[in-house]
């Protein structure tokens, strides 16, 4: 009895130790991503993603990672191009760690939208439909996600501005999204939980 209990009490350590583990990193991924260092937050996520084989959050974070940033490689073509192929290698691992999971979703929609961000002639006919598509499956999946409701506003906002068509319903929908953030709590402390913020800035945009 004596060494069931050893061997019990050890068990549990190593769970608590792994614990800390991942938590310390993921911590210290959010700390390097906020202070304005996207490669080496990607990277430690990255690193996290290996051992944490089950759980699709580090994919996810370095997929998101990777997109966010590419907004800004726009005009470079093939550091956009190498970037985005990474993030959706990511985006991949995190979806086969959780389906039908309405943030990768959402994910996958910012994803194609960089591409046809970057080159609407090209990618604006192919993608526009995936896009949509995603969008209209999260949102019948998870109607009162934030995220969900903001970004598709945010892109129904920009495709009716391409097609000079009146952008109020949508940003009425952000609106939405911000009531929607005020009762969202993530399942998890490392759980999506972004987009307050964003949302905030449209609905000014939108007052202004």
């Known amino acids: 009895m004596y060494k069931i209990a050893i061997i019990i009490t050890l068990m549990f350590s190593q769970i608590l130790s792994a614990q800390s583990t991942y938590e310390t990193g993921m911590n210290k991924a959010f700390e ?8 080496e937050a ?12 089950d759980n699709w959050l580090p994919s996810y974070y370095v997929a998101q990672v990777l997109i966010l940033d ?3 490689k726009l005009k470079d073509k093939q550091a956009l191009e190498a970037q985005l192929k990474k993030a959706q290698t990511f985006l ?5 760690r959780s389906k039908d999971n ?6 996958q929609a910012m994803l194609y939208t960089a591409y046809v961000a970057s080159d609407g002639a090209n990618y604006g006919m192919s993608l526009s439909p995936k896009i ?10 998870a109607p009162n996600n934030p995220r969900v409701i903001l970004c598709k506003a945010e892109w129904d906002m920009g495709s009716a501005k391409y097609f000079g068509q009146d952008t109020k319903p949508f940003c009425e929908q952000i609106e939405k999204s911000l009531q ?12 999506p939980n972004w987009g307050k913020e964003h949302a905030e800035q449209l609905t000014a945009q939108c007052k202004a």
């Open 132 to 141: 949509n598509a995603l969008y209209a499956k999260a949102v019948q999946l």
């Open 92 to 96: 991949d691992d995190a979806v086969s």
């Open 70 to 72: 590419s907004f800004t």
């Open 42 to 53: 990607s990277n430690l996520f990255e690193r996290i993603a290996t051992v944490e084989s």
């Open 32 to 39: 390097l991503w906020k202070s304005g260092q996207p490669a």
């Open 180 to 191: 929607l953030f005020a009762n969202f709590k993530p399942e998890t402390t490392f759980d």
């Open 102 to 107: 309405p943030e990768n979703m959402v994910l």
